[in-house]
C-alpha cells in the first residue's frame, strides 16, 4: 500500500517570498511522484512529476521539486510567489504495478499575500 | 481541442434518490477516474476503467457505481444518495500505457444531498 502525507493545510506567505510545500509519501516498491494544482472553482492540473532520473524536477509556473529517496520525500519549491500562485496543492503517488492508479494527499492551501 | 466534461455541474439531490454524473472525455483515453474530494481527504478514488465494459472499485466505492459502454463516457451513479455523499466529484482520465502518465481532469461536480 502507498500512502502520502502533506504535513501543512495552509501556508501562508507574501508576494515575492521564497515557498515550499512538504510531501512525504510511503511505498513498499518503485514510486512514481506528482504535484497537482487545483485553482478555485476548477479541477486539477498537472504541475510536475518524477519518474525517474535526475532528482530535481522543474515544472510549470516556476515550480520545481526534489526527490530524496533517503527522506521520502518529494517537496515543492518556488524561489518567488505571485498572487496568482494562491491555490490548492496536491501531491501524488503510484507506483509500478499500481495500474496508474494516485493516491493523493489532503493537500496543501497556498495562500500569497501582498 | 481534447477536453474531458461533466455534468452537471452543481446538483442539489435528497436522501434516497438515485443519481447519475455524467464524465465524457475526447482525448480517446482508455483510463477513466472517478474521485471525491472531501476537506480534510483530499481526493479518494471511487470507480475506476481500463477500457470499455472493464470497471474496478477504488478506495471508497460503497453507495456508488459506475459502465463503461464506449471509450468516452464514464457515468458515475449513486444508487440511494446519502448525505455522506454530499462532496465534489471529479473526473480524471489517462493514456494506457505506462503506468506513469498524467491524468486530465475535469471541472468537478458539487453535489449536495439533503
Not at chain 2, 36 to 64: M, P
Amino acid at each position: 500500500a502507498q500512502s502520502v502525507t502533506q504535513l501543512d493545510s495552509q501556508v501562508p506567505v507574501f508576494e515575492e517570498a521564497p515557498v515550499e510545500l512538504r510531501c512525504n509519501y510511503s511505498s513498499s516498491v518503485s514510486v512514481y511522484l506528482f504535484w497537482y494544482v487545483q485553482y478555485p472553482n476548477q479541477g486539477l492540473q498537472l504541475l510536475l512529476k518524477y519518474l525517474s532520473g535526475s532528482t530535481l524536477v522543474k515544472g510549470i509556473n516556476g515550480f520545481e521539486a526534489e526527490f530524496n529517496k533517503s527522506q521520502t520525500s518529494f517537496h515543492l519549491r518556488k524561489p518567488s510567489v505571485h498572487i496568482s500562485d494562491t491555490a490548492e496543492y496536491f501531491c501524488a503517488v503510484t507506483s509500478q504495478g499500481g495500474g496508474n492508479k494516485l493516491t493523493f494527499g489532503t493537500g496543501t492551501q497556498l495562500k500569497v499575500e501582498l | 481541442d481534447a477536453e474531458i466534461t461533466q455534468s452537471p455541474r452543481h446538483k442539489i439531490t435528497e436522501t434516497g434518490r438515485q443519481v447519475t454524473l455524467a464524465c465524457h472525455q475526447t482525448w480517446n483515453h482508455n483510463n477513466m477516474f472517478w474521485y471525491r474530494q472531501d476537506l480534510g481527504h483530499g481526493l479518494r478514488l471511487i470507480h475506476y476503467s481500463y477500457g470499455v465494459h472493464d470497471t474496478n472499485k477504488g478506495e471508497v466505492s460503497d453507495g456508488y457505481s459506475v459502465s463503461r459502454s464506449n471509450t468516452e463516457d464514464l457515468p458515475l451513479t449513486l444508487e440511494s444518495a446519502a448525505s455522506s455523499q454530499t462532496s465534489v466529484y471529479f473526473c480524471a482520465s489517462s493514456d494506457l500505457a505506462g503506468y506513469y502518465n498524467e491524468q486530465f481532469f475535469g471541472p468537478g461536480t458539487r453535489l449536495t444531498v439533503l
